[in-house]
């Protein structure tokens, strides 16, 4: 579904927790992290699409999830003509996004990445609200710029820390990089964890180089 000028309805996510970190998906099978985020459905408005692609996505129910807030307006960016299906090109011009800004009311654990049998990410990550950009797809960078700093004057009150948005400033050596929770199965210990992690989720590096995208269409 297209509006007139080849752009697709779409919504973005940023799901944040306690500490005001955003979760942070690396797409799978390759080493680029983005938000969750999905097409709009005929007949679905954008927050009946934000709810199905919240589950879809990282498993999560209407309840589990409280909205912040969202962007006033569509939030556009244009998918350079290699990422597009060849069917596609001349009439599919990118994207145009609702962003919202969701406060997780649920543990960690309930996070699931394989909630449907097309998962989009592969791990997951608490990261800091102000992004590394330079790990996201090129074409979508302005439009994660202009969705956090709308978004930023919602977040409730905290300890605000370094903004990474422009420099892609990270830890030396890993030092506080988050975790990353995966897929892969892992031994079970006695007592909590230290980190609440989804079912079946590890620790494992974290990627340092994004790939391209898929194919958009």
């Known amino acids: 579904m297209l509006d007139r000028e080849g752009f697709r309805p779409n919504v973005g996510i940023i799901l944040l927790n306690q500490k005001n970190q955003v979760f942070w998906g690396r797409r799978i099978r390759t080493h680029s992290w983005q938000f969750p985020q999905g097409g709009i459905d005929r007949g679905e408005s954008p927050e009946q699409a934000m709810y199905r692609e919240l589950h879809e996505e990282v498993g999560l129910q209407p309840e589990h999830v409280r909205i912040v807030a969202r962007t006033r307006d569509w939030l556009r960016y244009e998918v350079p003509d290699r990422f597009i299906r060849r069917d596609a090109r001349g009439h599919y011009k990118g994207q145009k996004q609702i962003w919202y800004l969701l406060q997780l009311m649920a543990h960690d654990w309930q996070l699931n990445l394989r909630a449907t049998s097309h ?99």
């Open 119 to 217: 998962p989009e990410f592969d791990a997951w990550r608490w990261n800091d609200y102000w992004v590394p950009l330079d790990v996201v797809v090129e074409f979508k960078r302005g439009v994660y710029e202009m969705a956090l700093t709308e978004l930023a004057r919602f977040l409730p009150r905290q300890e605000h820390r370094n903004r990474y948005l422009r420099g892609g400033m990270r830890p030396r050596d890993g030092g506080d990089m988050p975790p990353i929770h995966t897929q892969e199965r892992h031994h079970e210990r006695r007592g909590p964890p230290p980190v609440a992690l989804p079912p079946g989720a590890t620790l494992e590096a974290v990627p340092r180089a994004p790939f391209g995208p898929r194919e958009e269409s």
